[in-house]
């Protein structure tokens, strides 16, 4: 079985863990602890020497950082990727939409807001409204693609939308507030009504 070494309430780590489950694929979850530094640990560094979670660890010791391209992994051969070479296309321009323009905005935010100890938040406090800014940015992009399409590739649930579902879902512990995006709303709606769905508090 593989393994997954994460941090529970990371979005990052939820993609995979909602993946898998979509993907009728177990894993094992070993947790981490980041706030306490161990991903900046020797042993961690060994398994990604970029020093973040999640990282899946294969049976025979191959590891695998990045939660994009752990999801892909997971769901090479079943509906969730489908083998359309233009579903593909799309699904990866969604993937990286969400590294490069959701994730450091609404993550990062929630992080500093919500789980970040007290005295490290106050360091970043400069940064709260650019975060905000970029944030609410990429919701405006979504809710122009989702006011027309009910998922973002393919025409159909995929690996794109558990991308963007897991942070936008909990948006609002980093300050977000969703309700001008209503097409975001049903979207966020209709991938938790998907068959087998788990929350990010789930463990199995
Ligand atoms: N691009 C990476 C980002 C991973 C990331 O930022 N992980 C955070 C938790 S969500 C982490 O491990 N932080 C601990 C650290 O930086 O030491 C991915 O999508 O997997």
Redesign the pocket.
Known sequence: MHTLYQ?HL????YKVRLTARHASIPIALQDVD?IGGE??GHAFLKLNPN????TLVLEDGRAL????AIMWFLAEDTALLPADKWARAQILQWLFFE?YSHEPYI?TRRYWVAFAPLEARKTKDHMLQPWLDGGYAALGVMEQHLAAQDWFAAGQFTIADIALYAYTHVAHEGGFDLKPYPAVLRWLDRVARQPGHMTIAARA
């Open positions: 941090f990371s979005g990052n780590c980041i991903t900046r020093g973040r979670v999640p950082p990045e939660s994009n590294q993550a």
